[in-house]
Protein backbone atom coordinates (compact mmCIF):
# COMPACT_ATOMS: atom_id res chain seq x y z
CA UNK A 1 0.00 0.00 0.00
CA UNK A 2 1.25 3.64 -0.65
CA UNK A 3 1.57 5.82 2.09
CA UNK A 4 4.16 8.08 3.92
CA UNK A 5 6.15 6.67 6.72
CA UNK A 6 7.86 8.73 9.78
CA UNK A 7 9.66 7.53 11.92
CA UNK A 8 10.67 7.15 15.23
CA UNK A 9 6.89 7.34 16.89
CA UNK A 10 8.78 8.91 19.98
CA UNK A 11 11.71 10.88 20.34
CA UNK A 12 13.42 12.79 22.98
CA UNK A 13 16.13 15.12 22.69
CA UNK A 14 18.86 16.59 25.12
CA UNK A 15 19.46 19.72 25.92
CA UNK A 16 22.31 20.76 22.71
CA UNK A 17 21.44 17.86 20.72
CA UNK A 18 20.23 17.66 17.57
CA UNK A 19 17.94 15.25 16.37
CA UNK A 20 17.07 14.24 13.11
CA UNK A 21 13.09 13.31 12.08
CA UNK A 22 12.65 10.96 9.16
CA UNK A 23 10.23 10.84 6.47
CA UNK A 24 9.55 8.67 3.33
CA UNK A 25 6.64 8.10 1.11
CA UNK A 26 6.28 5.86 -1.71
CA UNK A 27 3.39 7.89 -3.59
CA UNK A 28 5.45 8.93 -6.10
CA UNK A 29 4.27 12.46 -5.21
CA UNK A 30 6.90 15.42 -5.89
CA UNK A 31 5.92 17.67 -3.02
CA UNK A 32 6.69 17.02 0.36
CA UNK A 33 6.28 19.45 3.70
CA UNK A 34 6.36 19.45 7.46
CA UNK A 35 4.16 20.68 10.13
CA UNK A 36 4.22 21.47 13.67
CA UNK A 37 1.64 20.50 16.06
CA UNK A 38 1.31 22.26 19.47
CA UNK A 39 -1.94 21.64 21.79
CA UNK A 40 -4.69 23.81 20.95
CA UNK A 41 -2.79 25.40 17.60
CA UNK A 42 -3.28 25.02 13.90
CA UNK A 43 -0.54 23.27 11.85
CA UNK A 44 2.23 25.45 11.00
CA UNK A 45 4.47 25.21 7.87
CA UNK A 46 8.16 24.15 8.94
CA UNK A 47 9.46 23.77 5.43
CA UNK A 48 8.51 22.37 1.97
CA UNK A 49 9.90 20.89 -0.97
CA UNK A 50 8.07 20.90 -4.62
CA UNK A 51 11.02 18.90 -6.32
CA UNK A 52 14.42 17.30 -5.43
CA UNK A 53 17.24 19.46 -4.21
CA UNK A 54 14.95 22.10 -4.14
CA UNK A 55 13.20 23.29 -0.67
CA UNK A 56 11.94 26.27 0.46
CA UNK A 57 11.17 27.64 4.31
CA UNK A 58 7.79 27.66 6.10
CA UNK A 59 6.99 30.31 8.71
CA UNK A 60 8.64 28.82 11.23
CA UNK A 61 11.78 27.39 10.34
CA UNK A 62 13.92 28.75 12.48
CA UNK A 63 15.98 26.23 14.36
CA UNK A 64 15.27 23.70 11.85
CA UNK A 65 16.96 22.11 8.58
CA UNK A 66 15.64 19.99 5.93
CA UNK A 67 17.20 17.99 2.63
CA UNK A 68 15.61 16.60 -0.44
CA UNK A 69 18.08 14.12 -1.78
CA UNK A 70 15.51 11.88 -3.26
CA UNK A 71 11.92 12.25 -4.52
CA UNK A 72 10.82 9.73 -1.68
CA UNK A 73 12.69 11.11 1.38
CA UNK A 74 12.36 14.48 3.03
CA UNK A 75 14.19 14.20 6.84
CA UNK A 76 13.77 17.56 9.53
CA UNK A 77 16.69 17.79 11.46
CA UNK A 78 15.44 19.76 14.65
CA UNK A 79 18.98 21.95 15.93
CA UNK A 80 20.18 22.97 19.16
CA UNK A 81 19.17 26.45 17.91
CA UNK A 82 15.09 25.46 18.39
CA UNK A 83 14.69 26.42 22.14
CA UNK A 84 11.26 25.12 22.49
CA UNK A 85 11.13 21.71 20.04
CA UNK A 86 8.59 19.78 22.16
CA UNK A 87 5.84 18.76 20.18
CA UNK A 88 3.92 16.39 17.14
CA UNK A 89 5.33 17.07 13.91
CA UNK A 90 4.01 15.57 10.75
CA UNK A 91 5.34 14.86 7.13
CA UNK A 92 3.07 15.53 4.27
CA UNK A 93 3.15 14.49 0.77
CA UNK A 94 1.12 15.77 -2.13
CA UNK A 95 1.29 15.96 -5.86
CA UNK A 96 1.95 19.29 -8.00
CA UNK A 97 -1.65 20.21 -8.12
CA UNK A 98 -3.41 23.03 -5.59
CA UNK A 99 -6.43 21.58 -5.71
CA UNK A 100 -5.43 18.04 -4.38
CA UNK A 101 -5.11 17.39 -0.93
CA UNK A 102 -2.17 16.35 0.90
CA UNK A 103 -1.32 13.13 2.56
CA UNK A 104 0.00 13.01 6.12
CA UNK A 105 1.87 10.48 7.95
CA UNK A 106 1.22 9.68 11.47
CA UNK A 107 3.58 11.85 13.12
CA UNK A 108 6.95 12.03 15.69
CA UNK A 109 6.50 13.63 18.91
CA UNK A 110 9.29 15.00 20.24
CA UNK A 111 10.30 15.45 23.67
CA UNK A 112 12.83 17.39 25.45
CA UNK A 113 14.66 15.42 28.53
CA UNK B 1 -3.95 38.64 7.43
CA UNK B 2 -5.59 34.99 6.07
CA UNK B 3 -7.37 33.45 9.26
CA UNK B 4 -9.41 30.06 9.51
CA UNK B 5 -11.55 30.12 12.77
CA UNK B 6 -13.72 26.45 13.57
CA UNK B 7 -16.36 26.91 16.30
CA UNK B 8 -16.99 24.80 18.72
CA UNK B 9 -13.30 24.15 20.17
CA UNK B 10 -15.13 20.57 21.29
CA UNK B 11 -18.58 18.98 21.23
CA UNK B 12 -19.57 15.91 22.92
CA UNK B 13 -22.78 14.03 21.19
CA UNK B 14 -24.57 10.73 21.43
CA UNK B 15 -23.37 8.17 19.26
CA UNK B 16 -26.43 7.98 16.52
CA UNK B 17 -27.37 11.59 16.46
CA UNK B 18 -26.30 14.18 13.80
CA UNK B 19 -24.02 17.27 14.61
CA UNK B 20 -22.41 20.00 12.47
CA UNK B 21 -19.03 22.09 12.63
CA UNK B 22 -18.64 25.38 11.50
CA UNK B 23 -15.51 27.10 9.67
CA UNK B 24 -15.38 30.47 8.90
CA UNK B 25 -12.63 32.20 6.86
CA UNK B 26 -10.85 35.13 5.48
CA UNK B 27 -8.24 33.93 2.79
CA UNK B 28 -7.93 35.41 0.10
CA UNK B 29 -7.27 35.00 -2.44
CA UNK B 30 -9.42 31.80 -2.52
CA UNK B 31 -8.61 28.34 -4.30
CA UNK B 32 -9.94 26.07 -2.18
CA UNK B 33 -11.89 24.48 1.22
CA UNK B 34 -10.44 21.52 2.90
CA UNK B 35 -11.70 19.33 5.79
CA UNK B 36 -9.48 16.60 7.50
CA UNK B 37 -10.35 14.24 10.36
CA UNK B 38 -7.40 13.66 12.76
CA UNK B 39 -7.10 10.36 15.26
CA UNK B 40 -5.50 11.54 18.77
CA UNK B 41 -1.55 11.00 17.76
CA UNK B 42 -2.75 10.40 14.16
CA UNK B 43 -1.78 12.10 11.25
CA UNK B 44 -5.06 14.40 9.37
CA UNK B 45 -6.52 12.26 6.81
CA UNK B 46 -8.55 14.41 4.32
CA UNK B 47 -12.47 14.00 3.89
CA UNK B 48 -13.49 16.32 1.38
CA UNK B 49 -12.19 19.10 -0.43
CA UNK B 50 -14.02 22.08 -2.35
CA UNK B 51 -13.19 24.93 -4.99
CA UNK B 52 -14.87 28.00 -5.07
CA UNK B 53 -17.60 26.79 -7.37
CA UNK B 54 -18.57 23.87 -5.44
CA UNK B 55 -21.71 24.22 -2.40
CA UNK B 56 -21.60 20.62 -1.05
CA UNK B 57 -19.89 17.60 -1.44
CA UNK B 58 -20.32 14.14 0.35
CA UNK B 59 -18.22 11.22 1.48
CA UNK B 60 -20.50 9.03 3.15
CA UNK B 61 -21.86 10.25 5.96
CA UNK B 62 -19.83 13.56 6.37
CA UNK B 63 -21.12 16.17 3.96
CA UNK B 64 -18.88 19.46 3.99
CA UNK B 65 -20.99 22.71 2.39
CA UNK B 66 -19.11 25.81 1.15
CA UNK B 67 -20.91 29.56 0.53
CA UNK B 68 -17.86 31.36 -1.14
CA UNK B 69 -19.77 34.23 -0.33
CA UNK B 70 -20.20 34.52 3.35
CA UNK B 71 -17.10 32.78 3.30
CA UNK B 72 -18.15 30.14 5.82
CA UNK B 73 -18.07 26.80 5.52
CA UNK B 74 -19.98 23.63 7.68
CA UNK B 75 -19.11 20.23 7.72
CA UNK B 76 -22.33 17.64 9.04
CA UNK B 77 -22.02 14.15 10.24
CA UNK B 78 -24.87 12.31 9.99
CA UNK B 79 -25.60 9.18 12.40
CA UNK B 80 -23.10 9.32 14.19
CA UNK B 81 -20.31 6.41 15.22
CA UNK B 82 -17.62 5.68 18.02
CA UNK B 83 -15.35 6.11 15.67
CA UNK B 84 -16.06 10.11 14.73
CA UNK B 85 -14.31 10.22 18.08
CA UNK B 86 -11.52 12.62 16.47
CA UNK B 87 -10.58 16.68 15.58
CA UNK B 88 -11.60 17.75 12.18
CA UNK B 89 -9.67 20.72 10.86
CA UNK B 90 -11.11 23.02 8.38
CA UNK B 91 -8.07 24.41 5.84
CA UNK B 92 -8.26 27.49 3.46
CA UNK B 93 -5.93 27.82 0.45
CA UNK B 94 -4.94 30.34 -1.40
CA UNK B 95 -3.44 30.56 -4.60
CA UNK B 96 -1.21 32.66 -6.28
CA UNK B 97 -0.67 32.78 -9.76
CA UNK B 98 2.26 33.60 -11.76
CA UNK B 99 4.70 31.95 -9.14
CA UNK B 100 2.02 29.08 -9.08
CA UNK B 101 2.56 28.95 -5.40
CA UNK B 102 -0.52 28.69 -2.92
CA UNK B 103 -0.57 28.97 0.82
CA UNK B 104 -2.43 26.48 3.36
CA UNK B 105 -4.40 28.35 6.61
CA UNK B 106 -4.78 25.99 8.45
CA UNK B 107 -8.17 26.28 11.47
CA UNK B 108 -7.33 24.83 15.13
CA UNK B 109 -10.28 21.83 14.84
CA UNK B 110 -12.90 20.81 16.42
CA UNK B 111 -12.55 17.91 18.81
CA UNK B 112 -15.54 15.73 18.66
CA UNK B 113 -16.71 12.95 21.13
CA UNK B 114 -19.17 10.53 20.25
CA UNK B 115 -20.18 8.83 23.60
CA UNK B 116 -22.50 5.61 23.60
Known amino acids: DGGITQSPKYLFRKEGQNVTLSCEQN?????MYWYRQDPGQGLRLIYY???????QKGDIAEGYSVSREKKESFPLTVTSAQKNPTAFYLC????????????FGDGTRLSIL | KNQVEQSPQSLIILEGKNCTLQ??????????LRWYKQDTGRGPVSLTI?????NTKSNGRYTATLDADTKQSSLHITASQLSDSASYIC???????????????FGKGTKLSVIP
Open chain 2, 23 to 32: CNYTVSPFSN
Open chain 1, 92 to 103: ASSIRDHNQPQH
Open chain 1, 27 to 31: LNHDA
Open chain 2, 91 to 105: VVSASYSGAGSYQLT
Open chain 2, 50 to 54: MTFSE
Open chain 1, 49 to 55: SQIVNDF
